[in-house]
């Protein structure tokens, strides 16, 4: 059944309001926070990157508070072990005799923070891929069904600090997002010094629950992917590969095409937010660069010329167009 206009006014409305929620808690972020949002509503794992102290482990946690979901935490350490992370078998007395019985670790939650994810060795972060790709475990050969919604928020410093560990390519692509939080400006440090406190960690009302969440993103699968966006998601992922832009010559290699999915519904749910029924062509690129720039790997020589991935994903948005001429336009009329 079609998704009706009013139903989606009601949801953006919702979310307008969890959206307003976050803008509480963490001050001066709108923009980081719309795109959360988005990530959360794509059922999309975020890697939130920046300096220590900008605020993105109270974000995360603002956001448990808003959603009233089960949430831990996992600090990130380079001591930290896989079993740490999944659970694991402890012999204990039961009816039957001493045997070994599973216990979960902090991964079974709704919502997981992962603090700080580069600052575990490599073997340790892949014990989220798993996870995070099929929502479950395997442990000594059983296999156990993680919570119902499960979403992954990951924490990293910029790897030029001392004692972080780059993540692998893989567990990169797991993430819907990759997010820069930047400082702060005057106004907004401002107004963090006249109503925070060091310590005291700010309040959060619950906006959402589980059901309400679950309907929400439900309806985010259902919003309308014209014909013609869909093109243009796959020319725009295509183009991240040697031969195939101008702007390609600059990657060595290109994104894949969980990149071209995630952004497709990224694009679903920026335009529900919004309170539209279509994905559009500017909902593909307001999310192209957090879906992209983490996927993509750039030639030496790129680099040493000063090239970033974002900027390089911005002049892959200009270089192809919108509209393939050998496809009809297929966009619903509101």
Do not use: C, W
Not at 214 to 239: F, M, S
Request: no cysteine; glycine share 6%.
């Amino acid at each position: 059944m079609p998704l009706e206009e009013k139903e989606i006014e009601q949801h953006a409305q919702a979310v307008g309001k969890l959206k307003a929620a976050l803008n509480e808690v963490i001050f001066g972020q709108e923009k980081l926070i719309d795109l959360v949002v988005i990530g959360l509503l794509a059922r999309g794992h975020i890697l939130l990157e920046g300096l220590p102290g900008l605020g993105k482990t109270e974000l995360v946690k603002g956001l448990a508070k808003t959603l009233q979901l089960e949430n831990k935490r996992i600090q990130f350490t380079p001591d930290l072990l896989p079993g740490d992370i999944t659970g694991n078998p402890v012999l204990q007395e039961t009816a039957s005799g001493r045997e070994f019985v599973f216990q979960e670790g902090p991964l079974f939650a709704s919502l997981v923070l992962a603090d700080e994810i580069n600052r575990a060795s490599p073997k340790t972060q892949s014990a989220l891929l798993e996870a995070m790709q099929e929502r479950r475990v395997t442990v000594l050969g059983e296999t156990l069904d993680l919570p119902n919604p499960f979403f992954v928020l990951a924490t990293q410093n910029p790897i030029e600090l001392e004692g972080t560990y780059p993540l692998p390519e893989a567990q990169l692509d797991r993430f819907l997002f990759k997010l820069e939080v930047t400082r702060n400006n005057v106004a907004t440090l401002e107004r963090i010094v006249t109503n925070r406190e060091l310590g005291v960690e700010p309040t959060a009302d619950v906006i959402l629950d589980a059901s309400q969440l679950a309907a929400i993103t439900q309806a985010v699968r259902e919003i309308y992917l014209p014909d013609v966006v869909a093109n243009y998601i796959a020319r725009v992922v295509d183009g991240t590969h040697k031969g195939q832009s101008e702007v390609a010559e600059h990657i060595k290699f290109g994104a894949s095409p969980r990149a071209a999915l995630s952004m497709a519904s990224a694009a679903k749910a920026r335009a529900l937010i919004n309170g539209r029924i279509n994905a559009s062509f500017e909902d593909v690129e307001a999310v192209a660069t957090p879906v992209l720039q983490h996927r993509i790997i750039l030639e030496y020589n790129a680099r040493i010329e000063g090239k970033s991935n974002s900027g390089v994903v911005a002049d892959l948005l200009k270089e192809v167009p919108h509209q393939d001429l050998n496809l009809p336009n297929t966009i619903k009329k509101d």
